[in-house]
């Protein structure tokens, strides 16, 4: 079983900034890992994810204002600048194992932007 720590999140301010952090106990065969996030009453939708070829895919809502990092195979980071109001949500740390198509998923950050 694939374990994802998940760590960051909190308050910030309209046009602030945070910082997510995912680690997870699996490092070989990872085919895309990444974030998600989910706001009440919405469907969970991608923030931003990496594919085994280093390839980076952004939601539209955050394209621009928010970087994923991949610092080493089983660890990504979420870089969020220019908060607005509606980024807040539960953010969910993703990662789907290669060979047999298997999503795990962290626990879930809660992120709220206020002011």
């Known amino acids: 079983q694939v374990q994802l720590v998940e760590s960051g999140g909190g308050l910030a301010r309209p046009g602030g900034s945070l910082r997510l952090s995912c680690t997870a106990s699996?490092?070989?065969?990872?085919?895309?890992m990444g974030w998600y996030r989910q706001a009440p009453g919405k469907e969970r939708e991608l923030v931003a994810q990496?594919?085994?070829?280093?390839?980076i895919t952004y939601g539209d809502s955050v394209r621009g204002r928010f970087t994923l990092l991949w610092p080493a195979k089983n660890t990504v980071s979420l870089q969020m600048n220019s908060l607005k109001v509606e980024d807040t949500a539960i953010y969910y740390c993703?990662?789907?194992?290669?060979?047999?198509?298997?999503?795990?998923w962290g626990q879930g950050t809660q992120v709220t932007v206020s002011s």
């Open positions: 699996e490092r070989s065969g990872i085919d895309n």
């Open positions: 990496v594919s085994r070829g280093g390839r």
């Open positions: 993703k990662l789907k194992i290669a060979f047999n198509s298997n999503n795990y």
